[in-house]
């Protein structure tokens, strides 16, 4: 079943008097379960794509629907309440809420969902562990790594079970090592529960890693590939 | 919202620095404006208190024709009728009946004209507190039981009368030096022994010559209070009109000498006893001009007057506000100072509010960015940075206030000194110490204001936060 499906989508924006096409004519689908990336140069309007699809964006013209909702069909305040509870974002600078630590930054959503504590709390320890972070988990951002940063990132759009999780170049700004553990983590989670990843990157190591790999090209897919 | 909450507080404290300028500048506002506020308002309250207790009373019930013509003969026609409709008006406490008469008082050297009060001794010191203010070793409130004719006078008058002059005497000296006045100005000052001054400008211009221009204004005032001399026993003449239009007269021994805060009252105010001024005048015995009425407390000298006006249509009955309108001014315009140190003190914490948010806001434009794409609605990102302003000026707040408590509490008790510009606040009857005092009602009210501005200007930086479009706030560096 398709998680995401983009119909027919272009999105123009008016810099000036030039009319910039970002994405012109893509359609695409994401089935529950894809560990998939979307790569192409700067410009190619891989940013713009993961941002129509997080709903943080509107398309020009085409529509997006995510688990059988029409987001054109959303209203602005209602599209808060349906990013916070179907997509998970994790971003390049890991944008954790610097003044509440790792459990609280991972609670954040669970929170905002009014969960009862109990049942907060044991995800909260779970996703910890989850992402090996268990014995850091009251440490603020400013205590921790880029990786481990980037692993808190994660747990927290895990947090509360979305369709699928939107990662803007999660890998940017670690080095290596942290990436591949990043890397690690988010393939076990996609394996063991079924989680659905998009990613946008320039990353080899992403790519190599990814099941299905989606090129971009001056707004348009020019690829749709599933490596061996 | 709990979370809310605990998101909005911890972020007022990650820039501790800028938060605790904010809260300090609030504070000092607060607390600036708060103790002034105090501080005026007690020169006006001591101001009023002196008045009523010294001066006025509450209420004064005179003949119809006493206050414009100021005869003699215009005495309360039924003294005891006015006094039992007053002590059966809700509200009076005590009355006394007063005899007023013009005229002349002199010494060998001087003369002045005066006010010469006619009292109930007993029933004076029920009602006023001008025997509280008798200048010690000067003599009693018509104690003494003597066979001359007694007055009780103001110092200032007993200056212009030259019964008091200023002489520097080795007791004199000695005062000076337990006071803490330096060796070499108090042999500056010795160099003056002997010699007596019959007026203060001539001891103020005395030892302005022999003492430096800082010392004078240092220590002026601890050396006049130290070679202050009074003639024992002094006689005065008194001279005004009696009941027949004759001019009549009698020496009169000063019983005693009073310092009030109210230059004017002390030169022209003389008291003598009601008996001994009827004999000299002529009038009748149980006589009075005017019936002087002392109400439980003064908030409700407006509604008594009404009842006492109401019960004596044939007699003016005048409260103090209508006596003296420069006091009730002062009392109407304290009103409009506390709107004006408001609107500053309050303009002044919504600047420092807005300014502060809106760095926040400003800073912080990739994490709210952030916050509304994980799915933080709006209106929590707007509750969210009210209550941070709503912290920063409660916490500035209420500290400004704390502190202007405190320090009202210890200076109401201690006393801030003004002595040296006492001439000038005493010549139009102020106290040259100030006892800051403030109503409980005026913390009550600054504190909800105070609430009120910090939510108000918080609106502004909070609408700037839900204009942000996420995906540009993500992006921002």
Do not use: C
């Amino acid at each position: 079943m398709a998680v995401v499906e983009i119909k027919n989508v272009f999105k123009s924006y008016h810099d000036t008097e030039v009319e910039v096409k970002a994405i012109n004519g893509v359609t695409l689908s994401f089935e529950k379960g894809d560990f998939a990336v979307i790569v192409g140069p700067s410009g190619s309007g891989k940013t713009t794509l993961l941002n129509l699809i997080g709903g943080l964006d509107q398309p020009t013209t085409g529509e997006i629907v995510i688990a059988g909702h029409r987001l054109s069909e959303l209203k602005p305040s209602e599209l808060i309440d349906f990013r916070m509870d179907h997509i998970g974002f994790v971003f390049q600078s890991y944008n954790l809420i610097p003044v509440l630590t790792a459990s609280e930054n991972i609670s954040f959503i669970m929170n905002l969902q009014k969960w009862p504590k109990g049942k907060m709390t044991a995800r909260t320890d779970e996703l910890l562990s989850s992402v090996g972070l268990s014995d850091r988990h009251k440490s603020r951002p400013s205590q921790l790594s880029g990786g481990q940063q980037q692993r808190v990132a994660v747990a927290r759009a895990l947090a509360t079970h979305p369709e699928f999780i939107l990662a803007d170049e999660p890998t940017a700004n670690l080095d290596s090592k942290s990436a591949e553990a990043l890397l690690e983590i988010m393939e076990k989670l996609n394996h063991e529960e079924g989680m659905t990843f998009i990613f946008s990157t320039h990353d080899a190591r992403v790519m190599k890693r990814a099941h299905r790999v989606i090129t971009l090209e001056d707004g348009k897919v020019v690829s749709d590939e599933k490596p061996e | 919202m709990k979370m809310i909450t605990s998101i909005a507080w911890k972020n007022v404290w990650r820039n501790k620095a800028r938060s605790l300028i904010v809260i300090s500048a609030v504070t000092i506002g607060v607390f600036a404006g708060v103790f002034s506020m105090a501080a005026i308002n007690s020169s006006v309250v001591q101001r009023i208190d002196a008045a009523v207790n010294e001066e006025l009373s509450h209420i004064q019930v005179n003949n119809k024709d006493f206050r414009r013509s100021a005869d003699i003969q215009n005495i309360i026609a039924d003294y005891q009728g006015v006094v039992s409709a007053l002590e059966s008006t809700p509200g009076v406490t005590k009355t006394t009946g007063r005899i007023i008469v013009r005229g002349i008082a002199s010494t060998a050297t001087k003369s002045t004209g005066v006010e010469i009060t006619g009292i109930d001794v007993a029933g004076e010191k029920e009602i006023f507190t001008l025997h509280e203010k008798l200048i010690p070793e000067t003599g009693n409130f018509f104690e003494s039981d003597t066979k001359f004719n007694t007055a009780f006078i103001g110092e200032k008058l007993a200056k212009e009368l030259n019964i008091i002059r200023y002489i520097i005497t080795p007791e004199a000296i000695a005062v000076l030096k337990n006071d803490g006045v330096p060796a070499d100005v108090i042999s500056k000052i010795e160099t003056l022994q002997g010699e007596r001054f019959t007026s203060d400008k001539k001891f103020v211009k005395a030892y302005g010559k022999v003492l430096e221009k800082g010392d004078t204004e240092k220590y002026g005032w601890k050396i006049k209070e130290a070679a202050w001399s009074y003639r024992e026993g002094s006689k005065i003449i008194l001279t005004f009109l009696d009941i027949d239009d004759n001019q009549t007269g009698a020496a009169f021994r000063v019983s005693g000498i009073f310092r009030t805060n109210n230059d004017m009252f002390e030169s022209t105010s003389l008291f003598v006893p009601a008996d001994e001024l009827r004999q000299l005048t002529g009038m009748k015995e149980g006589t009075f001009h005017r019936v002087i009425a002392r109400l439980e407390k003064n908030d409700i000298t407006n509604e008594v007057t009404r009842a006492v006006r109401q019960k004596l249509p044939d007699y003016e009955v005048l409260n103090w506000k209508e006596i003296s309108p420069d006091l009730a001014m002062m009392a109407d315009f304290m009103n409009q100072i506390y709107s004006v140190f408001m609107v500053i003190i309050l303009a002044a914490l919504a600047f420092g509010i807005v300014n502060t948010m809106l760095m926040a806001v400003l800073e912080r434009t990739r994490e709210l960015g952030m916050l509304m794409a994980i799915g933080m609605n709006r209106k929590k990102i707007f509750v969210m940075i009210m209550l941070e302003s709503i912290f920063l000026s409660i916490i500035g707040g209420f500290a400004g206030m704390g502190i202007s408590e405190t320090v009202i509490a210890i200076t109401g008790k201690t006393g801030i000194n003004l002595v040296k510009y006492s001439e000038g606040m005493e010549a139009i009857g102020y106290s040259a110490y100030l006892f800051p005092t403030i109503d409980f009602q005026f913390f009550i009210t600054t504190t909800i204001l105070i609430v009120i501005t910090g939510i108000l200007s918080a609106i502004y930086p909070a609408r700037k936060a839900l204009k942000l479009n996420p995906v540009e706030a993500i992006r921002s560096e």
